[in-house]
């Protein structure tokens, strides 16, 4: 065991800056697990794809995303949307 001998605004500050860095891990790691939210909004899912709402709703239409309806409110599972869009299909266009 090392005995560190300081004075009273050595130690504050020493203390102050413990606090500091462990309050920034423990908010760090709390807006990590917000961000990992296991379903999202129309709007969350538009702003994620960063196209319109509507864009988002036609493609739930279309089948391009899977949606599930609970009341009015449409919720898109992440991991379903992550997998459609690794699923993107290229197009031939014939001209």
Same mark, same amino acid.
């Given at each position: 065991?090392?005995?560190?001998? $300081?004075? =009273?605004?050595? &130690?504050?500050?020493?203390?102050? *800056?413990?606090?500091?860095?462990?309050? +920034?891990?423990?908010? #760090?790691?709390?807006?990590?697990?917000? $961000?990992? =939210?296991?379903? &999202?909004?129309?709007?969350?899912? *538009?702003?994620?794809?960063?196209?319109? +709402?509507?864009?988002? #709703?036609?493609?739930?239409?279309?089948?391009?995303?899977?949606?599930?309806?609970?009341?009015?409110?449409?919720?898109?599972?992440?991991?379903?949307?992550?997998?459609?869009?690794?699923?993107?299909?290229?197009?031939?266009?014939?001209?």
């Amino acid at each position: 065991m090392k005995l560190i001998i $300081t004075k =009273q605004g050595e &130690l504050e500050e020493l203390v102050q *800056a413990s606090v500091e860095k462990s309050l +920034e891990q423990f908010y #760090r790691k709390k807006t990590e697990k917000e $961000t990992e =939210q296991k379903t &999202l909004s129309v709007k969350e899912t *538009a702003k994620f794809l960063n196209v319109s +709402e509507l864009t988002v #709703r036609n493609y739930i239409k279309r089948g391009f995303i899977h949606a599930e309806q609970i009341g009015h409110r449409i919720f898109i599972p992440r991991e379903r949307l992550l997998e459609a869009l690794k699923e993107v299909k290229s197009f031939k266009y014939k001209r």
